[in-house]
């Protein structure tokens, strides 16, 4: 099984409030994982991406970070959430010729 | 800077309708393209990979086509259940790790 499981589903933050979205992977070990967001109008935007424990690559300044703690465990965070930070977010493993599978997605609101 | 822009951003079918939608790109050396659908509320689910131009690929009513500049999902006598948002990505030659840059979609209603 390839399956990823994120969660929460949903979630609804203050400004300023902090966050962390955890995303697991099943599979094959040492899986390429990926967070983006997708929001109203606009295309999926990669954020962060990770090719091992520890080893993470940001795609786009902001206030958010990632982490990789465990090889099947990709983490996002941020201290102070803004109103820009509501999306969709989406964690994603690479598959080959498969390109990505995706999660089901948070979808986050900050109020 | 490498670009992808689907069209049209949102299309409405009589159910039995056949039509296209488009995915054009401007990259600098393309590895694979690929079309994925989209359900409200959840993630992106794989259909196609595309590698050269020339290429085809088929999956009940879809059928996907590259050229050197850009893609067709072709939907033949669409039904209600292939309503659905549907996104193009691009996958670049010497890019690290297998990134995408994915295009905003085309929303595809088919009505009954």
């Known amino acids: 099984s390839q399956t990823i499981h994120q969660w929460p589903a949903t979630l609804v933050q203050p400004v300023g409030s902090p966050l962390s979205l955890e995303c697991t992977v099943e599979g094959t070990s040492n899986p390429n994982l990926y967070w983006y967001r997708q929001a109203a109008g606009r295309g999926l935007q990669l954020l962060f991406y990770?090719?091992?424990?520890?080893?993470i690559s940001s795609e786009v300044p902001q206030n958010l970070s990632a982490s990789r703690p465990q090889d099947r465990q990709f983490i996002l965070s941020s201290k102070k959430l803004l109103l820009s930070d509501s999306g969709f977010y989406l964690c994603a493993r690479t598959e080959g010729a498969y390109g990505y599978t995706f999660g089901s997605g948070t979808r986050l609101t900050v109020v | 800077e490498d670009q992808v822009t689907q069209s049209p951003e949102a299309l409405r079918l009589q159910e039995g309708e056949s039509s296209s939608l488009n995915c054009s790109y401007t990259?600098?050396?393309?590895?694979?393209l690929f079309w994925y659908r989209q359900d409200p509320g959840k993630g992106p689910e794989f259909l196609f990979t595309l590698y050269s131009a020339g290429e085809e690929k088929e999956k009940e009513r879809l059928k996907a086509t590259l050229t050197k500049k850009e893609s067709f999902l072709h939907i033949t006598a669409p039904k209600p259940e292939d309503s659905a948002t549907y996104l193009c990505?691009?996958?670049?030659?010497?890019?690290?790790?297998?990134?995408?840059?994915f295009g905003k979609g085309t929303k595809l209603s088919v009505i009954p």
């Open positions: 990259v600098s050396g393309l590895r694979g």
């Open positions: 990770s090719v091992g424990i520890g080893q």
């Open positions: 990505a691009v996958q670049i030659a010497g890019a690290g790790s297998y990134q995408l840059t």
